[in-house]
């Protein structure tokens, strides 16, 4: 090897050496996303094989372990699963790992290609149709026998206000979703902040003729409240008592 060469190796290896580790490399890890980015194998197990995120996508994704348990309580439903706001797929993943079929939606391309990504680090790409659009729009030609909603919640200052109340859902208010979920099917599965006002979310249950049946349930990772999740028609009461049109919260 010549002098010049030589030199050219070492510049190489010394501007190597100077890279952050390969799981830091897809995207730049802000100030913004540090706290999500270290719980990054709570959102993703399988993270270091190559799973992509924007800022959205890290503030926003289900932790895996909530979103295997929204998978397990969607048994009673039936075998389609409509994810309305998919976003990088860490529910459209597990609902499809437990044998579901899902159809996945967002508006946001990036997130589509994302979550398309992450599906296949998973192996399930095959069991999930993925629709770039807007879920308001494309309801009336929705067909499944579970409808999950994760909206946004208007970004991680959700949780400035102590009582989050349904109107402070994206795109739409929260009885307005509601309702274009029920044009689909009565069980409908929501996912929504820890400060969620839950006697609205009660009261979505008597927007139904026969009014549906709800369940609460709180969702902790390592001991952190993390959401909360509501659990309508066919979906509510899993493993207690059926109650007719009763509420119960419980903790999980
Ligand atoms: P968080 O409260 O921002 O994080 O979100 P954390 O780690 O509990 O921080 P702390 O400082 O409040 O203790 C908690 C979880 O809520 C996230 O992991 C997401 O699963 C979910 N989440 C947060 N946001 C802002 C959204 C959202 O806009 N939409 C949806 N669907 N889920 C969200
Ligand atoms: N459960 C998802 C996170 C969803 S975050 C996960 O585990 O990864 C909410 C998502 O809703 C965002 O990705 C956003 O792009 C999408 N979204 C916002 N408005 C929408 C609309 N009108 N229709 C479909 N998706 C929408």
């Excluded at 190489?12 to 996303?33: F, G």
Aim: proline share 5%.
């Amino acid at each position: 090897m010549s002098r010049r060469s030589k030199k050219k190796r070492r510049k190489i290896l010394k501007h190597n050496a100077k890279r952050k580790p390969s799981d830091d490399s897809q995207s730049i890890i802000s100030p913004k996303i540090k706290k999500y980015w270290l719980q990054r194998y709570s959102l993703f197990s399988r993270y270091d094989e190559g799973i992509k995120m924007d800022e959205e996508g890290w503030f926003s994704v289900t932790p895996e372990e909530i979103a295997v348990r929204h998978a397990q309580r969607s048994v009673a439903g039936g075998v389609v699963v409509v994810d309305c706001f998919a976003g990088v797929g860490g529910n459209s993943i597990q609902f499809a790992a437990l044998g579901y079929h899902v159809v996945a939606i967002d508006i946001d391309p990036k997130k589509v290609e994302m979550a398309s990504n992450n599906a296949k680090i998973y192996g399930v790409d095959n069991y999930i149709d993925f629709i770039v659009g807007d879920f308001l729009q494309l309801a009336p030609s929705l067909k499944g026998n579970v409808v999950f909603l994760s909206p946004p919640w208007g970004g991680p200052s959700y949780k400035m206000t102590d009582n989050f109340t349904l109107n402070l859902l994206k795109p739409v208010d929260g009885h307005t979703l509601f309702q274009v979920a029920q044009t689909i099917t009565p069980n409908i599965i929501m996912f929504l902040p820890r400060n969620v006002d839950v006697s609205q979310v009660e009261e979505l249950s008597w927007l139904s003729s026969p009014p549906l049946n709800v369940e609460i349930e709180e969702n902790y990772v390592q001991g952190f409240l993390k959401g909360i999740t509501a659990y309508f028609g066919k979906t509510a009461y899993w493993g207690v008592a059926q109650e007719t049109n009763s509420v119960h919260i419980h903790e999980v």
